[in-house]
């Protein structure tokens, strides 16, 4: 795996997801430490688009991708909450899409968020990847589903890993948003926990479960880790409102990679 930059320690500086992927497949999620953005965006802010200084993105960027020795370009899309999924090989820097799948080493998949829900994928095979950002707009509107179509694996060929992402005890909402779920699966109400009158707590992590699951895919690891409730490591844009954006990042490798 490779080594982030000098001065902040590994533990800090990204996250290695604790999932059985094989040997050719690697991927991590960046933390807020290791870059030099600053004020409301400090440090590591991957996104262009949230106010931060230009110049300071474009270091955090460069840092990010020579660390990842071995990995080709990443593709840095413009994420509208929506379910289009685009190829990391093929698509260009900035194309509209909430996911990217890749099915040859190099090219690396990626999505930014500050507790919208990434999901990491893989087969079992170790030949195709993808990332998902999933926020409840995106849920509700199919990104995962898309995602693994593009994939075009047996989802039970397939795993898959949740990232940080809001916790339900930090993550209330009104009835659009249960609707959106609720209405079209009776089911998904167990994933919304009643606080004041119009208004429930959301498990994006049950919700997203709960939709691999309807498709066959039940191999999801990771989970629980909550950005609203770490300010010292997470970006949260419900905490905060003005932050920045960590990445999750998935690839290939060659078959002897190490």
């Known amino acids: ?19 059985p992927a094989p ?6 999620v960046t933390t807020r430490a290791g870059g030099v953005s600053r004020g409301a965006h400090a440090h590591c802010n991957l996104a262009d688009h949230v106010g931060d200084d230009p110049a300071a993105v474009a270091a955090n960027r460069d840092r990010l991708a020579a660390a990842l020795a071995g990995a080709g370009p990443i593709l840095w899309l413009r994420q509208v909450h929506g379910s289009a999924v685009a190829s990391a090989a093929a698509a260009a820097p900035g194309t509209s899409a909430d996911a990217a799948w890749c099915d040859r080493p190099g090219p690396v998949c990626a999505v930014l968020t500050a507790d919208c829900l990434p999901v990491l994928l893989c087969d079992r095979d170790g030949t195709r990847v993808a990332a998902a950002h999933a926020g409840w707009r995106g849920l509700a509107g199919g990104v995962l589903e898309a995602t693994v179509a ?35 699966d009776p089911a998904s109400a167990a994933a919304f926990v009643a606080t004041r009158p119009g208004h429930w707590q959301a498990d994006l992590y049950q919700l997203a479960r709960r939709r691999l699951a309807r498709l066959g895919l039940t191999a999801v690891h990771g989970g629980g880790l909550c950005t609203a409730s770490a300010a ?6 419900r905490r905060d409102g003005v932050t920045g954006r960590m990445a999750s990042l998935v690839w290939l490798t060659g078959a002897d990679a190490g």
């Open 23 to 28: 040997a050719t497949v690697r991927a991590l």
């Open 1 to 19: 795996m490779p080594r982030p930059w000098a001065t902040v320690a590994e533990a800090d500086a990204w996250i290695v997801p604790d999932w």
């Open 232 to 237: 010292d490591r997470f970006y949260s844009y």
């Open 150 to 184: 593009a994939l075009g694996v047996a989802p039970e060929r397939l795993l898959a890993w949740f990232g940080p992402a809001i916790g339900p005890a930090a993550y209330e909402v009104d009835a659009t948003v249960r609707d959106a779920f609720v209405v079209p």
